[in-house]
């Protein structure tokens, strides 16, 4: 997959060589390459931006530069690029968003600063409007890179085990059960036993019970809707009464 950026701040990009994106870039699995649009403003001062038309605060991004640097992005693309921009106005990004992004093989990522980018971008350049949560980030960057951690995640070949990310939360429409590692005792706290006894069966129904009263618990909306089959039925049947006993 490659990721093309737009961004003022393309230092910012350098925490993807680190962990897991970084390994995926190591073995060419990714690949990140930035364009800054002040590379492509006008004027001894190449600015970026200028006041917003009809007054109020702050400033927002020229179209010309943001619209030269997308179209230096494509032609560097190995294919055709979809465009993203980083917005909250955007749709909410989330995992089923992750894995339908992460079979395109070119996207380019825009970011804005400010107070955003001039409207007429959107309408010169199409492109999919994405947002990280109802909150106001001071920039494009962060999201973008949170998106490209996420889909670099569902790439084959990216992770150790390629069964570690369809195992994990939300990948499967619930939360992921309870994980422990060694020691099997700590402050008084032990592992449940299922988990030392090498019961694969008694294992999986443990963890599918445990992820549902997870998911009832802490995100009831993904239950909201869901079409459980009998065994989820049973197993979180089960959950809620356990529950009720500890509680008696
Ligand atoms: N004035 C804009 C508005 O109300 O929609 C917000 C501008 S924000 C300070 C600057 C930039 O940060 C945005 O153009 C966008 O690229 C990015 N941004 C801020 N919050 C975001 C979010 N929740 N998701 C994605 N990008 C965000």
Known sequence: MWFGSVTLF???FNALQS???GRAQAAEHIQVQCWNPRDFAKGARRNVDDRPYGGGPGMVMMVEPLLLAIQAAKKTAPGPAKVIYLSPQGQKFDQAAAERLATEKSLIFVSGRYEGIDDRLLTLEAGEQWSVGDYILSGGELAAMVMMDA??????????????????SLSN???EYPQYTRPENFAGLAVPDVLLNGDHQAIDRWRLKASLGRSWLQRPDLLTGREQNTLEALLLAEFLQEREQKSE
Do not use: N, V, Y
């Open 19 to 21: 962990g897991i994106p």
């Open 151 to 168: 889909i670099t995640r569902l790439i084959p070949g990216t992770l150790g085990s390629s069964a570690s990310s369809r195992q994990e």
């Open 10 to 12: 393309p230092e910012m």
């Open 173 to 175: 429409g619930l939360l």
